[in-house]
């Protein structure tokens, strides 16, 4: 797939696709089942901005540029979906317009982003870490890195190069942008240089090779906290739409509505109903006739 930091895509063409359209009435289910869900967590009054009905969603065929096709529904049938801004998995982050989330089990290692901006901020507070080492770290690693006390770290979100979302933590409580990274003392960076260095030539698959390569761009930068990049793991599987095919509207429409014809006035209803009943007093007349003839036999 190409690098969604590489530039600006081509647009999407409109063309058909290879494969047919799922069943509507499947469609339809699941939407609705769906939507009985999301109904139950928010009040009515909010419905028709998060939990619409069905007939407002137009069907589309979407050709990724991991050639897989995938079927998504639009409010409307004026926008196409490579115009419009679609989440993550699950309830993840918005993507860049025009990214689908498709995930491959030969997808590359997530890349390394500059951050470019920074946005909200939240506190998270952690109890103390156990005494015993997890499996994933060795003892005089644990030894370092362990929190003996509760505490509690800022995660800020961030906005990558490449448009994606991620979280960092800050290096204090207080921190903020504009103060800018903190540095390690030159003679801290020279050390942990070497050791890195040394740790790769006695175990080689420590680290991969673009994770080597960041970790020296930071020694290279002192070490800065937080880092000026951050891996992204949304771009590994977030694809672009190449192509777009129109299915139709999820409940069909009629092709033309009639007008809709205002009902009589008042007067005229009057004197239809005064007709009706004097046809009726007139039908009732006559029944009552037959039936004197009947009895006079």
């Not at 946005?119 to 103390?128: I, K």
């Not at 990558?160 to 003679?187: F, I, M, S, Y």
């Not at 809709?260 to 006739?289: D, F, K, S, T, Y």
Request: glycine fraction near 4%.
């Amino acid at each position: 797939m190409a690098d969604p930091a590489a530039g600006v895509r081509p647009p999407a063409v409109a063309r058909r696709l290879p494969g047919r359209a799922r069943r509507r009435t499947d469609v339809l289910r699941e939407y609705e089942e769906f939507n009985s869900d999301r109904r139950r967590a928010i009040p009515p009054v909010l419905w028709p901005f998060f939990a619409p009905d069905p007939d407002r969603y137009y069907r589309w065929r979407v050709q990724l540029d991991c050639a897989c096709v995938k079927e998504l529904l639009t409010p409307g049938d004026r926008i196409p979906p490579s115009e419009r801004q679609w989440r993550g998995l699950g309830d993840g982050e918005a993507l860049p317009p025009g990214q689908v989330y498709c995930r491959h089990d030969d997808s590359a290692d997530a890349p390394y982003r500059d951050i470019v901006e920074w946005g909200d901020r939240r506190e998270v507070s952690f109890a103390a870490d156990p005494v015993e080492p997890p499996e994933w770290a060795d003892a005089d690693v644990w030894a370092v890195i362990r929190h003996d006390e509760a505490h509690t770290s800022a995660f800020w979100k961030v906005t990558l190069a490449c448009g994606h979302v991620e979280e960092v933590v800050a290096p204090a409580l207080d921190w903020k942008p504009d103060d800018g990274p903190r540095l390690a003392e030159a003679t801290r960076v020279k050390q942990m240089t070497e050791e890195f260095e040394q740790v790769w030539d006695s175990d080689p698959m420590l680290q991969s090779g673009h994770q080597r390569e960041h970790t020296r761009r930071m020694l290279a930068a002192g070490w800065p906290r937080p880092r000026p990049e951050r891996s992204c793991h949304t771009c590994p599987d977030a694809r672009a739409i190449v192509a777009y095919q129109r299915v139709g509207w999820l409940i069909p429409r009629n092709e033309a509505l009639k007008p809709e014809i205002p009902p009589p006035a008042r007067a005229v209803l009057e004197r239809r109903l005064r007709r009706a009943e004097a046809e009726a007093e007139r039908l009732r007349v006559q029944l009552a006739g037959h039936e004197e003839r009947r009895d006079a036999r």
